[in-house]
Each structure stands twice: as C-alpha cells, then as structure tokens.
C-alpha cells in the first residue's frame, strides 16, 4: 500500500466512526421526512382550500427560509452550542409537526396553522443544517471532515431530487390514500425529527470518545471544539 494511500482518509473509515454511523442514519431518516413533507404541506392545503394559489404560497413559504436565513443561521450557530442547536430544533420540529394531525382530529385544521407550521419547521431546518457541518470535526475527527461532508451532501442531494420530479396536478377530489398520505406523513416527519434529536442525547458520549482519539481542537470558540467556523479545502462551509 503507497503512503498517499495510507494518509488519504476514505469514507470506509469515516463509517468505523460509530457515532457518525448513527447520525447519519439518523439524518437520512429526517431528510426523508422532509421531502415527504413539502410534497404533503401543499397537497393538505389543496384539500383544506381547494385554491391553487393558496397551494403555490404554501410550497414557496417551505422554500424561503433557505433563501432568507440560511447566511445568517450559519452565523449564529458559529456563536452557539451546535449540538444544542441540532437537539433543540429536531425536538421542536417534531413538536410542530404532531400539532398537525392533532388539529386534523379535533376538526380544527386550518390554512394558517399548516402555513405557520411549515414555515416554522422549514427554518427549524435551517439552523440544524448548519450546525451539523460544524459538529463533524468533533465527531469524526478533522482527518476525516472533507469524507464525512461528502458523504451528507451526496445523500442530501439524493434525497432532494425527489422535489424536483414532475408531480400531477392537484384535484380536489384527492382520493383516500393520498388523503391519508398527506395527513400521517406529517406524523412520520414528527416521528423522524425527535428521533433525530433525543439520539444525539447519548451520542454525547461517542463524541467526546471520538475527539480524544482525535486529538484537542482549538477552544477559541464558543463551542470550546468547533475552532471557528469549518474550512474544506480553504473554503469555509455554513452547512
């Protein structure tokens, strides 16, 4: 084996992490409700209204988050505990989410509580996203930032294709099972974000494990192992 070979990290030896291997089943599993999510929100909202702008604003709030929040959600979570922020916001999401269905039985679902949902938990996102970048040197070690990256981005990219395929018009009269879908897979979201969230309680553990091996990280910085904010190849990444 050539010396390049042996320094070169790889991403089989980013997955001998046991840490990351959990929280990147974890995340899929939350991505997967998020896409599943913004196909659902603006399908609900066809049937609450039946009007198709109502459906269009619905589907551009999901969206704007990115757009209005994402540089400055990069910003703070550099100024906070990022494991913390990701705990927080897939606990609060969930919370959200659950308020759905429960609406939904008790007859009391409305257009303005799905759009206020689905914009709270957009941006919710928003922020667990950029402190999942900046959490990775404690977890896999700053050898192996540049694989474990790759590896979420490539995932996330996978997943995000599903919003981009063609999707039939929307009817108001929906059959049962996309009724169906549309309101449990609000419950498969909440289900995924509190996963997301109360599994990274006992990670602590694993992480600290892993940052030992790895050796200290500067401690200039409020989370006391980020070192600022995360640079792949000389570039800075806000995840």
């Known amino acids: 084996m050539s010396a390049g070979a042996r320094q070169g990290p790889t991403k ?3 997955l001998d992490v046991p840490a990351f291997r959990r929280y990147l089943v974890l995340r899929t599993v939350a991505m997967l409700g998020g896409v599943v999510s913004l196909v659902a929100f603006p399908v609900l909202v ?23 929040v994402g540089l400055p959600a990069g910003a703070l979570v550099d100024r906070w505990h ?3 922020v990701i705990v927080l916001t897939g606990l609060a999401s969930g919370a959200l989410m ?48 540049a694989s474990a990256t790759s590896m979420l981005v490539t995932i996330s990219t996978v997943i995000g294709l599903g ?21 449990t897979s609000n419950i498969v979201q909440s289900s995924s974000q509190d996963g997301l969230g109360g599994a990274i309680l006992p990670l602590r553990r694993a992480v600290a494990s892993a940052h030992q091996r790895a050796g ?24």
């Open 12 to 14: 089989d030896r980013v």
């Open 46 to 68: 066809y049937q609450l209204t039946g009007r198709a702008s109502l459906t269009a604003l619905m589907a551009v709030a999901e969206s704007l988050p990115y757009l209005l």
């Open 82 to 84: 990022r494991r913390r």
């Open 98 to 145: 659950v308020t759905i269905p429960a609406a939904d039985l008790l007859a009391s679902l409305v257009f303005a509580h799905v759009l206020a949902v689905g914009t709270a938990v957009a941006t919710l996102w928003v922020f667990a996203d950029a402190a999942t970048f900046g959490v990775l040197p404690q977890m896999v070690g700053r050898s192996h930032v």
């Open 163 to 183: 919003r981009s395929l063609p999707a039939a018009p929307p009817r108001r009269e929906v059959p049962i099972a996309e009724a169906v879908s549309a309101r």
């Open 216 to 239: 200290p990280l500067p401690d200039d910085h409020p989370d006391s192992t980020a070192g600022g904010p995360l640079k792949v190849a000389g570039a800075p990444v806000q995840g």
